[in-house]
C-alpha cells in the first residue's frame, strides 16, 4: 500500500473507533497483530495484547471502564510501513466518575493493508489517579466535548 493509502487506512479505524464500532474496527487488524499499550496495576485496559482476540478484550475492557468525552487527533505522519498518530483525550472514569485529560502518540504499523501492531503512548499518571482512590482527578462536570461511545 502507498502512504496515503496507511494514512487513509488508520484515519478511517479512528472514525469506526469514535462510532463505537468495534467489530469494523477490529476487520482492520491481521490476525496475529499485537497491542502494546504502558503497563498499570490500577487502570483495567493498560498492558499488552495480543491477536484479534486479545485487541477485542483490551476494547471490551476500556468501554466497561471508561468513556472518552473527547478524542482529537492533532496530526497524522506516515512513512513507509509506518503511521504515527498524534493527539489528546478525555476520559470519563464510571467507576469513580473522575476525567482525565491526555496526550498520546499511537505508532501503526501496518502490513498487507492490516494492522500489524499498535503501540499507544502515554503517561498513565493521570489515568491511574482517577481510576484509583487519589481525588485529586477533575469531577465529571470538568468534561469538556460531545461524548464518545468508548
Given at each position: ?19 463505537g464500532d468495534i ?56 512513512e513507509g510501513d ?69
Amino acid at each position: 500500500m502507498t502512504i496515503q493509502e496507511n494514512k487513509r487506512l488508520v484515519m478511517e479505524a479512528y472514525e469506526l473507533f469514535k462510532k463505537g464500532d468495534i467489530p469494523s474496527l477490529l476487520e482492520r487488524y491481521r490476525d496475529d497483530a499485537e497491542w502494546i499499550g504502558p503497563d498499570s496495576d490500577i487502570v483495567p485496559f493498560a498492558g499488552t495484547y495480543h491477536g484479534k482476540a486479545g485487541i477485542a478484550q483490551f476494547f471490551q475492557k476500556l468501554g466497561e471502564s471508561s468513556q472518552a468525552t473527547r478524542f482529537e487527533v492533532r496530526d497524522c505522519i506516515a512513512e513507509g510501513d509506518k503511521v504515527v498518530v498524534i493527539g489528546e483525550a478525555s476520559w470519563l472514569v464510571k467507576a469513580t466518575g473522575h476525567s482525565y485529560d491526555v496526550p498520546w502518540t499511537h505508532v501503526i504499523t501496518l502490513r498487507d493493508g492490516k494492522v500489524a501492531s499498535f503501540e499507544t503512548i502515554y503517561d498513565p499518571t493521570t489515568a491511574e489517579k482517577a481510576f484509583g482512590a487519589d481525588t485529586g482527578a477533575q469531577p465529571a462536570a470538568a468534561s469538556k466535548g460531545a461524548q464518545l461511545p468508548h
